[in-house]
């Protein structure tokens, strides 16, 4: 069942999503050579302690931290560690959650660590481009579709591929609702798009195969030819006056 939210309930989520854009800001401050993903961990997690709010991931069928922090061949669910150290080059999927008042925000920024290769950064601004394509067709009467088609033709386009086993969302008092929201498709295809739908749109664009799996942590999941992934998510609500998105800020 698809739960159309009503202008103040966007307004709850767009509170919690503001928290989750303040965590993320966290992190960039802090994020470089040398530090351990579980600092980073630490440091989204107080972020949205201090503001009331509670971290959407930890415990989340068992998920043990705030952040997700997956690193190059990464592609999501990276475990924070403290014996993870962050080097120089490194591309960091960082994706969090936070709850306020039971409602949840979601989002996710791929950032570099220090000097990358120029393939790492034209990956990561590819993938961001795929979101902000996405988000531009989000509006009432538009196809779910649409969506996944936007991302899958600018990522394809430029030589790259799409992860096709995970994919997006809709967000509200709990953290996965209906619809999922695939990052491919057909245009003109899917459901409708209806006003108050709020989705988490979250592009995983892989520098090499789409293919991935699950390392034996049960969680951190790779590409399966070990080349780089980025990752970009925000939350956002479809309107009558266009998309908004919930959890941006300073990036």
Same mark, same amino acid.
């Given at each position: 069942?698809?739960?159309?939210?009503?202008? #103040?309930?966007?307004?709850?989520?767009?509170?919690?999503?503001?928290?989750?854009?303040?965590?993320?800001?966290?992190?960039?401050?802090?994020?470089?050579?040398?530090?351990?993903?579980?600092?980073?961990?630490?440091?989204?997690?107080?972020?949205?302690?201090?503001?009331?709010?509670?971290?959407?991931?930890?415990? &989340?069928?068992? &998920?043990?931290?705030?952040?997700?922090?997956?690193?190059?061949?990464?592609?999501?669910?990276?475990?924070?560690?403290?014996?993870?150290?962050?080097?120089?080059?490194?591309?960091?999927?960082?994706?969090?959650?936070?709850?306020?008042?039971?409602?949840?925000?979601?989002?996710?920024?791929?950032?570099?660590?220090?000097?990358?290769?120029?393939?790492?950064?034209?990956?990561?601004?590819?993938?961001?481009?795929?979101?902000?394509?996405?988000? #531009?067709?989000?509006?009432?009467?538009?196809?779910?579709?649409?969506?996944?088609?936007?991302?899958?033709?600018?990522?394809?386009?430029?030589?790259?591929?799409?992860?096709?086993?995970?994919?997006?969302?809709?967000?509200?008092?709990?953290?996965?609702?209906?619809?999922?929201?695939?990052? &491919?498709?057909?245009?003109?295809?899917?459901?409708?798009?209806?006003?108050?739908?709020?989705?988490?749109?979250?592009?995983?664009?892989?520098?090499?195969?789409?293919?991935?799996?699950?390392?034996?942590?049960?969680?951190?999941?790779?590409?399966?030819?070990?080349?780089?992934?980025?990752?970009?998510?925000?939350?956002?609500?479809?309107?009558?006056?266009?998309?908004?998105?919930?959890?941006?800020?300073?990036?």
């Amino acid at each position: 069942m698809i739960h159309l939210k009503s202008r #103040d309930e966007i307004e709850l989520l767009f509170e919690a999503g503001q928290i989750v854009a303040a965590a993320h800001e966290a992190i960039e401050n802090i994020l470089e050579p040398g530090i351990s993903t579980k600092e980073l961990d630490a440091a989204a997690e107080k972020v949205i302690r201090a503001r009331k709010a509670k971290p959407a991931f930890l415990g &989340y069928h068992g &998920y043990p931290a705030t952040l997700c922090a997956s690193i190059n061949e990464e592609v999501v669910h990276g475990i924070p560690s403290p014996k993870r150290i962050v080097k120089d080059g490194d591309l960091i999927g960082c994706d969090l959650g936070a709850i306020l008042n039971g409602w949840i925000g979601d989002a996710a920024r791929t950032h570099i660590a220090g000097k990358a290769s120029k393939n790492a950064e034209r990956l990561s601004r590819i993938t961001k481009e795929c979101l902000y394509k996405a988000i #531009d067709v989000m509006v009432p009467g538009n196809r779910l579709g649409d969506i996944g088609y936007a991302v899958q033709t600018h990522a394809e386009k430029n030589g790259f591929s799409v992860v096709r086993e995970y994919v997006g969302h809709a967000v509200g008092r709990e953290l996965h609702e209906d619809p999922q929201v695939p990052n &491919y498709g057909r245009k003109n295809k899917g459901i409708r798009l209806q006003e108050g739908m709020v989705l988490a749109v979250e592009p995983m664009i892989n520098e090499g195969v789409h293919d991935v799996k699950v390392l034996d942590d049960g969680w951190t999941v790779i590409t399966a030819d070990k080349k780089l992934s980025a990752h970009w998510e925000h939350t956002i609500a479809i309107t009558a006056d266009g998309p908004r998105i919930l959890t941006g800020s300073g990036e």
